[in-house]
């Protein structure tokens, strides 16, 4: 079986480097403190200006120098910046200039990785434009019928063996594994399999690295590359001997890969090119096929009245690679499946005060989302009233107001009413039917005001839940 005891790349990080790191708000505090523990010195660079001078201070008590302005990157030997920082930022496009060694936060963090004992443990990795944590959640229920999972996604830190919550509020940035971790071991929990959701990319760490998809791509760093150029670290970065859990679509646009890491090929669609594929689905259930090796088989998901089955066709495909890559056996896996109820905010449905509650409120929501949210809303044949928009201080990527300027106009005439929901948004609540709230909690209960008994509450805002 696979496990995280060793890694057999030399750590780059040494006791005598003078190491940079770029970017103190998206996770780059967590890695410069882990830093200071095994190299000479640590710098600190606040890019974004974000951090109170508090926060500056207390990384500069625990040994660290903290700038706000950009540094000469000849006094340092290594450069560690987020893969969504602008190529042209001085510090990035001197040190590129001058052959000084830039490396990813996701890279740094798969470094101090090395240093934690996680012997005989399972550390599984998911990045991907979509389906990430209905994932790691359907993963997570499968795996948890014979071992102990921790799950780290964007909806929390989670014990899966005793369903409880361990800590809220964590982002999914790659540093936020180290905390996560932290918390695990500060709680004193031992477990057998770690599945952490990570943004844009992968740390090379993991025994099993999965990418869901890379559909919808979308571009970073100041508009000069692919978000899925970034993705495609979690193949490039890889360990020896470790597996790699792919969709079809990303093997296609990546061309060719390793020869010494195992590839599971997967695809939402009817393809027996790959290991794992559809062989039918529609509202009434479908059937996976595999065929990985010698090993063949089909797994049966059921209707399901808790959420829309469609919704969730990558991630029902993706975890059944995964659970097989790990040697678990179909029938584990499909009882996970007809257990399963769905994950709140992706496209369940229940019903609250004689209302039907359709919510698709999470932080992956986006515009075309939500018009599959209304098209299964619209299937239920009663009257609608959305709420839509963000907690933009819950999210660093927005939902595009323009975008939701074109939704109005296209979707308006079939809705009771519209409530908006975030400070962006509020603008366009200028029209008959259109309402206002400052948060999602606001929006629902100005919805719920706006209808009767059986009429349906369609809830697609962009937050964390």
Do not use: W
């Not at 830039?102 to 550390?123: C, E, R």
């Amino acid at each position: 079986m696979l496990n995280s005891s060793t890694n057999d790349r030399s750590l780059l990080l040494k006791k005598t480097s003078k190491i940079a790191v770029l970017d103190l708000t998206h996770g780059g505090a967590v890695i410069a403190r882990k830093l200071t523990k095994f190299a000479g010195s640590v710098t600190g660079v606040d890019v974004y200006r974000t951090l109170s001078i508090e926060s500056l201070n207390e990384l500069e008590n625990d040994g660290i120098k903290t700038s706000t302005e950009p540094l000469d990157p000849l006094d340092f030997d290594i450069i560690i910046a987020p893969v969504h920082l602008d190529s042209g930022y001085p510090m990035l496009a001197e040190a590129a200039n001058r052959n000084i060694p830039i490396i990813s936060h996701h890279q740094a963090v798969g470094q101090i990785l090395s240093t934690y004992d996680l012997k005989n443990k399972i550390f599984i990795e998911l990045t991907g434009t979509k389906a990430k944590t209905s994932t790691a959640i359907l993963l997570a229920d499968i795996l948890s019928a014979k071992k102990r999972v921790i799950s780290h996604t964007s909806r929390g830190l989670e014990n899966r063996s005793t369903g409880t919550i361990i800590k809220k509020g964590l982002s999914i940035t790659p540093a936020s594994i180290l905390t996560a971790l932290d918390a695990v071991n500060d709680a004193g929990i031992d477990f057998d399999v770690f599945i952490a959701e990570v943004s844009i990319g992968g740390t090379g760490y993991a025994d099993i690295g999965i990418i869901t998809t890379i559909a919808n791509d979308y571009k970073i760093a100041n508009n000069t590359k692919l978000a899925s150029d970034s993705k495609r670290r979690m193949i490039l970065d890889a360990k020896p001997g470790s597996k790699l859990v792919v969709n079809n679509d990303a093997l296609r646009f990546f061309g060719a890969c390793r020869r010494d890491i195992e590839i599971i090929s997967f695809t939402d669609s009817i393809d027996a090119s790959c290991n794992v594929y559809y062989e039918d689905l529609d509202k009434k259930g479908g059937t996976i096929a595999y065929f990985l090796g010698r090993e063949h088989g089909k797994i049966h998901i059921r209707e399901a009245g808790d959420y829309d089955i469609s919704s969730y066709k990558t991630a029902f495909v993706c975890a059944t690679a995964a659970a097989l890559a790990l040697d678990i056996d179909s029938d584990t896996v499909e009882r996970a499946f007809l257990g399963f109820k769905g994950a709140k905010g992706r496209m369940t449905k229940k019903s609250v005060d004689g209302r039907i509650l359709i919510d698709n409120s999470n932080s992956g929501m986006d515009i075309r989302t939500a018009q599959k949210a209304l098209k299964y809303a619209q299937e239920e044949g009663g009257r609608i009233v959305m709420v839509l928009g963000e907690e933009a201080k819950e999210v660093c990527e927005g939902l595009d107001p323009a975008g939701v300027e074109r939704f109005i106009n296209n979707h308006i005439n079939e809705l009771g009413a519209l409530v908006l929901v975030g400070e962006r948004m509020k603008p366009l609540a200028m029209k008959a039917k259109i309402y206002y709230a400052g948060d999602l909690h606001g929006g629902l209960e100005l919805a719920k005001s706006l209808t009767n008994e059986k009429d349906i509450i369609l809830s697609c805002v962009k937050c964390f839940r």
